[in-house]
């Protein structure tokens, strides 16, 4: 089998389900971009910093993105392939992972700047991008129980994403640099 089939060359690709759109669809924008999330997430975990335990919730949340953008890549009149859900185990798992993390840390008085080591950048640009993907699903206007789980996660997620920031700069003792205004 080819990887390519020519079928998107005049712009127009295919849903879950037949339907045809163009390239520059919202919805394909948002799947697009959980897809972009989830690289940036595996940009992460690739790191030697991370710890074996975040790592695995990283692998999981993996797990998860996929789930979100077979959803995102479903036509809106839905189809009769059997998908992957989520639930609110899920968002749940991130809260739980987020308050193990949080415990070791020091309680926020600031705001953070990015930065201080390539793994907390890239952790940075994945929570950016988290919040992007948010934005973009919350765009498609689409009130059933899956989109709103599907918004749900990913704004969890963002937090996470923030918190194992803060844990992996606690870990390896760099500090955050405050945000001080200048007014």
């Not at 907390?120 to 709103?148: F, T």
Request: hydrophobic content about 35%; overall charge neutral; glycine content about 6%.
């Amino acid at each position: 089998m080819k990887v390519y089939t020519k079928k998107g060359d005049e712009g127009q690709t295919s849903l879950i389900g037949g339907k045809r759109v163009s390239k520059n669809d919202l919805r394909i924008d948002s799947y697009g971009t959980v897809d972009e999330l989830n690289s940036w997430i595996g940009l992460v975990r690739d790191h030697e910093e991370i710890p074996k335990n975040q790592f695995e919730q990283l692998i999981i949340i993996q797990d998860r993105l996929f789930t979100i953008g077979s959803l995102l890549a479903t036509q809106p009149e839905g189809t009769k392939m059997k998908l992957p859900l989520i639930f609110e185990k899920d968002i749940v798992f991130l809260e739980e992972a987020i308050d193990e993390m949080n415990e070791s840390l020091p309680p926020m008085k600031h705001f953070v700047l990015p930065g201080g080591k390539q793994i907390l950048s890239h952790c940075h640009i994945a929570r950016c991008v988290c919040r992007r993907a948010e934005r973009l699903v919350v765009g498609l206007h689409d009130d059933s129980e899956q989109y709103k789980m599907a918004m749900k996660y990913l704004n969890r997620l963002s937090d996470y994403l923030f918190v194992l920031s803060r844990k992996v700069a606690n870990d390896l003792n760099i500090e955050e640099i405050k945000w001080k205004p200048k007014v």
